[in-house]
């Protein structure tokens, strides 16, 4: 029930997507149909695809990232009554959980007291937690291949430590009956096959990831023998696609059960034309994002671009987000930023995170250094 289609994003595996969406369509324009993206980004790139575009009637089609197309399975057998999925909390509720952990435990697991007591520490630790939880490692088998000698000696009282806390926070979750949003994956996995969204659709359309977690793979695997599927994959034969080409042939390519389903590629080398790459440094985000400018005024005023048709990409943008606005401005350059500056993120709220958490870390010395040396830490003079 799974057909693979692979090529480069645009404007290949794009094109594809919109011949197949236009494919099923022709035959019956109220099949329902849906659509999964790894991202919201991506997922509204293929909404503008579609609906702008290329003005397709999008009658009964669902848009839905992973996440959501978790959401909606749970609820769905809550409304079913056949089961009570788990409420998703905050990440921030499992970091607290850590420390609680680690500090009721110092006792049993030696290696949990050479830690520090900084928050930082409790954080790396959930976050190594929460990457056992995505590859799907049970803990219990964990610690009895550890008993049994699997592990060097070395990390053998680390790793009980590891895997004890991993089990304990498990624990903890089940009986509050809270997850995290990966986890919520794991906790629909056996509604997947006697859902009545997914039993209702005529085609499911898996777009654009290129690596899984062990969860989302195995919701995967159990959306494609549940739905006729078709994964569109991006993968070309240059060395940049090596990564994606080592995760298709060792997760996509066995779940292909006959060569009645063969992988369609609709891209060709030959049609690529090259692409000209010019570098230029300077020094300091503010320089960065004038000669970004500079280069946008170049193009439309030199070379005939307009504005929407250039975009500027970062490896995040959250550094660029208290510049980009002014100097863009003072460019008369229209702009629009997906990124947003977070209440967390103010300096402000900060220290009050700090002061909130002093009694949880046991006030901490360096923790309560850096509060009374925040500029927002206003303590009166006493008049007495």
Not at 181 to 188: G, I, R
Not at 273 to 282: A, E, Y
């Amino acid at each position: 029930m799974l057909s693979v289609v692979t090529g480069q994003f645009q404007p290949y595996l794009e094109s594809a997507l919109v011949t197949h969406l236009k494919g099923i369509k022709s035959a019956d324009v109220w099949s329902p149909i849906a659509i999964v993206v790894p991202s919201k980004p991506l997922l509204d790139r293929i909404r503008w695809l579609l609906a702008i575009e290329h003005q397709l009637a999008l009658v009964n089609v669902h848009f839905l990232t992973f996440h959501q197309l978790a959401l909606r399975l749970a609820e769905e057998s809550r409304l079913e009554g056949t089961g009570h999925p788990p409420r998703v909390v905050d990440e921030l509720f499992f970091e607290y959980l850590v420390r609680h952990l680690v500090q009721r435990r110092l006792a049993e697991l030696p290696a949990l007291r050479q830690l520090g007591r900084s928050f930082g520490t409790c954080a790396g630790l959930w976050s190594t937690v929460r990457d056992l939880n995505d590859a799907g490692v049970d803990p219990a088998t964990a610690l009895r291949a550890v008993g049994e000698g699997y592990f060097d000696q070395e990390d053998a009282d680390w790793l009980r430590a590891l895997f004890s806390l991993h089990a304990a926070v498990r624990e903890v979750g089940r009986g509050f009956g809270v997850v995290t949003a990966d986890d919520l994956t794991e906790a629909v996995l056996p509604a997947v096959p006697t859902s009545p969204f997914l039993t209702s659709l005529t085609h499911m359309s898996y777009y654009g990831f290129y690596d899984l977690t062990q969860v989302q793979l195995s919701m995967f695997q159990a959306v494609s023998s549940t739905v006729p599927t078709t994964l569109f994959f991006p993968l070309g034969s240059d060395s940049s696609f090596s990564f994606a080409r080592r995760f298709f042939d060792r997760h996509v390519q066995p779940l292909l059960k006959s060569n009645d389903a063969p992988v369609e590629t609709v891209d060709s080398s030959e049609a690529i034309g090259g692409v000209d790459v010019s570098l230029r440094s300077v020094v300091g985000r503010e320089e960065e994002l004038a000669l970004a400018c500079r280069t946008i005024l170049d193009l439309v005023e030199t070379h005939g671009y307009r504005f929407d048709e250039i975009g500027v990409v970062a490896r995040t943008l959250d550094p660029y987000h208290s510049a980009a606005r002014n100097i863009f401005d003072r460019h008369r350059i229209p702009f629009f930023s997906p990124a947003r500056r977070t209440l967390i993120h103010e300096p402000l709220c900060k220290m009050l995170l700090q002061l909130a958490a002093l009694s949880a870390n046991d006030f901490y010395r360096a923790a309560v250094l850096d509060l009374v040396a925040s500029p927002f830490y206003i303590v009166p003079l006493s008049s007495g």
